[in-house]
């Protein structure tokens, strides 16, 4: 798997080589067309919209020219959910090229409303190869742009909005891996299209931006000198100091750990938070339901995959009781589905860490836990086999989407369908730790029944080899003694 530590100077650059263009794909194919027939096309296309649809992108566009950032809130959290789901539901948002002739506007407002219309293709329907190419050379329009401009661009969004997009960018980059690795469900045109642009969705390219947008905003440095009482505003710079620069240099952090996580390099997953402070509730993460929901997820999971158990059970009971405390104020949220589907997987990781190091935990959190995974948590004490095969369902239920950083060798089909799948591979590797570990809450009972034992007592009542058993009490001793 991914073990590599990279150097966050490699990444940082133009990211126009990651964003070579796509010719096979076309909005309107122009070539065909005469000026006269694409002006009908268009005004045809645009007579389709709602007029409550065409309402809402005027005030989008004026709000964002504007920078009325309150306004775009309620443009972005509610109507555009509320419209999607009045009107398309089951269908994309009017195509991008309408919605240009709509509010005369070809530059940034279109690449960002394209963003939205492919999210929301991502999110209710199927998207198809084609999709996700656009998509990705939408994005690259967007970091080119924020990136490679000469000062800092005129452009304020909301901190949802920009958490959205990084969130987005990864999801979709996670998305195309896992579509692209499924060689026995590639036609072979995909499979040509594949090989034919392998720049699209690269890891590389991915990871780029992400340190780019890091580098730009240079708010390792500003929440470095925070740490240390310093200027933060000198540390920022010219572009560090702007909300828009700021967020997003923050949010590839949290999107940074997301990526390593996928790509099983837990290491370094830990180490790009080195500068945020998990334990400040004044935290810029907290800006962000979701964003604060993902860091704490991502931080237990690589704990737990370390075999530092304890320290990822008070990462899963912090952020579990804070959701339980604001599920109320959660619900007008549109992204309430979201948190509470990332809050159910973390209960079962939380499951899996206490069976294998039994703690004392809050008690409306042991009390969810007993309702929805008691007779898990049953088998899992009991070991054995039994608990191997729940710990394997849990984990499959609650961990992330493990991606490879490389496509397959699409020129030996009949070899790239045989590679062993990387979710697969994560849970062997944590199998083979937990083998190891499911002994522990037994040793542990007894360890509470018996101030005194000598080790061949205990081995005979464990029906275990001494030597087996010593090796096991250094287990427990080492898994006690966690940061």
């Known amino acids: 798997m991914y073990q590599e530590n990279f150097e966050e100077d490699e990444f940082v650059g133009n990211i126009d080589v990651v964003a070579d263009s796509y010719a096979n794909v076309d909005e309107i194919d122009e070539a065909e067309m005469d000026e006269g027939e694409l002006i009908m096309q268009t005004q045809a296309g645009v007579q389709t919209i709602p007029e409550q649809v065409r309402k809402f992108l005027g005030h989008l566009h004026r709000n964002l020219l504007n920078g009325n950032v309150n306004d775009l809130v309620y443009n972005y959290e509610n109507q555009f959910v509320r419209l999607s789901e009045k009107y398309y539901s089951k269908s994309t948002w009017p195509e991008p090229q309408y919605v240009a002739a709509l509010v005369d506007d070809s530059g940034l407002f279109l690449t960002l409303y394209r963003e939205l219309y492919f999210r929301h293709i991502y999110s209710r329907l199927h998207p198809t190869l084609e999709v996700r190419f656009r998509s990705f050379e939408n994005y690259c329009a967007l970091f080119n742009y924020i990136l490679n401009s000469d000062g800092p661009i005129d452009l304020e969004l909301p901190s949802q909005w920009l958490w959205d997009i990084v969130d987005e960018f990864i999801y979709q980059f996670q998305s195309f891996c896992t579509h692209r690795s499924r060689v026995s469900k590639l036609t072979p045109e995909e499979i040509a299209l594949l090989k034919d642009n392998p720049q699209i969705w ?53 999107g940074l750990v997301r990526v390593h996580c996928m790509l099983g390099d837990y290491t370094l997953a830990l180490q790009t938070l080195e500068n945020i402070e998990l334990s400040n509730s004044r935290a810029l993460f907290t800006r962000v339901t979701a964003c604060h929901v993902t860091v704490y997820y991502y931080v237990g999971f690589a ?57 004392r935990v809050d008690e409306n959190i042991h009390n969810h836990l007993r309702e929805a995974y008691g007779d898990q948590q049953h088998k899992m004490q009991r070991g054995g086999e039994e608990a191997i095969d729940v710990i394997s369902e849990l984990f499959l239920f609650s961990s992330p989407k493990f991606i490879s950083p490389n496509p397959p060798n699409y020129d030996n089909l009949e070899a790239a369908a045989k590679v062993v799948e990387p979710r697969s591979f994560q849970l062997k590797t944590f199998l083979r730790e937990a083998r190891l570990q499911l002994v522990v809450p037994t040793l542990r009972s007894f360890l509470k029944l018996y101030t005194t034992m000598g080790l061949d007592r205990l081995s005979t009542f464990l029906e275990m080899d001494p030597a087996e058993l010593r090796n096991q009490l250094i287990v427990y001793k080492q898994r006690c003694r966690q940061i």
């Open 202 to 254: 690269n890891t590389y390219g991915v990871l780029n931006v992400l340190y780019s947008l890091i580098q730009k905003s240079n708010i390792s440095q500003q929440l470095l000198v925070s740490k240390q009482g310093g200027d933060v505003i000198e540390a920022a710079g010219v572009f560090g100091v702007r909300p828009l620069y700021k967020m997003l240099g923050y949010f590839s952090i949290i």
């Open 303 to 359: 704990y737990l995959m370390m075999g530092r158990y304890t320290d990822a059970i008070q990462a899963f009971v912090h952020i579990l009781t804070f959701v339980s405390r604001t599920k109320q104020y959660q619900q007008r949220s549109f992204q309430f589905d979201t948190v509470n589907k990332k809050a159910d997987q973390m209960y079962a990781l939380l499951a899996i860490a206490i069976s294998l190091s039994p703690v």
